[in-house]
């Protein structure tokens, strides 16, 4: 398997702009997580989906953060309109099965706003 | 709330010597416990996992950690540092009735001395 699949894997955009970034999780998984990285708050969970539905966003920091999951095979977190604290690196995982917490991730996606 | 926490922020240890890196866990009843490891600029890959059964846990790498209930710990160690163990690591705790969601702790980063 290919593992978690993340693109773009860096992102440089201009503050204002919208973003998107793109997952595909491990085949056959029905668990899918975005994290954001950084080194002021470590790595913190945003959202979480089970079978293509949104179970938890109590992470998303605010509403310029929306995901999606339209399909088992993919998954997309947008910021609309970006801003330079949202600078970060951002991680999809994906997991298979109620009660296992083992989670596979991918590479992330290093987002820079300038 | 469960919480994990990682004292140290850093460690330094000469290549050769042994490592062990402290994990104490906040959480009510047994806990799923998982140790992460991220190489600079990569996605996070399981070292090991313990979910029940024997305390003492091995993993990949040559890495192994021990769940002690009475102290909430479950410290990660390994004998003999490679340089390539330096990296920044993660220990994690989830439960089933949280949907597969993973808490994790600060990480450790690891230097490893020549």
Same mark, same amino acid.
């Given at each position: ?5 993340? /693109? ?12 998107? +970034?793109?997952?595909?999780?491990? @085949?056959?998984?029905?668990? +899918? ?14 959202? =979480? ?8 966003? @109590? ?6 953060? @929306?995901? #999606?999951? &339209? ?6 977190? #947008?910021?609309? &309109? /970006?801003?330079?604290?949202? @600078?970060?690196? =951002? ?19 290093? +987002?820079?706003? +300038? | ?17 042994? *490592?062990?890196?402290?994990?104490? $866990?906040? $959480? ?9 490891? !991220?190489?600079?600029? !990569?996605?996070? !890959? *399981? ?8 305390? *003492?846990? !091995? %993993? ?46 600060? %990480? ?7």
């Amino acid at each position: 398997d290919a593992g978690v699949i993340q /693109s773009p894997r860096h992102e440089v955009t201009e503050m204002g702009q919208e973003v998107t +970034l793109r997952c595909k999780p491990i @085949s056959g998984h029905d668990y +899918l997580f975005w994290y954001r990285q950084t080194m002021m708050r470590g790595l913190e969970l945003l959202i =979480y989906f089970n079978n293509n539905v949104p179970i938890d966003d @109590s992470g998303m920091p605010e509403d310029r953060f @929306s995901a #999606k999951m &339209p399909n088992a095979s993919f998954s997309t977190l #947008k910021i609309q &309109p /970006s801003e330079p604290r949202d @600078s970060a690196v =951002y991680f999809c995982a994906s997991s298979f099965g109620r009660g296992n917490n083992e989670q596979f991730f991918g590479p992330g996606t290093r +987002l820079t706003v +300038l | 709330a469960q919480s994990v926490t990682q004292p140290d922020i850093h460690i330094t240890v000469s290549e050769g010597a042994s *490592l062990e890196l402290r994990c104490n $866990y906040s $959480y009510g009843a047994t806990p799923y416990l998982f140790w992460y490891v !991220q190489s600079p600029g !990569q996605g996070l !890959q *399981l070292l090991l996992k313990y979910f029940s059964g024997d305390t *003492l846990v !091995q %993993g990949i790498k040559g890495f192994e950690a021990e769940f002690k209930r009475s102290q909430s710990s479950f410290n990660l160690r390994k004998p003999s540092v490679h340089w390539s163990d330096a990296a920044e690591y993660f220990c994690a705790v989830g439960k089933v009735a949280a949907g597969n969601k993973l808490t994790f702790g600060g %990480g450790t980063r690891v230097l490893v001395k020549p």
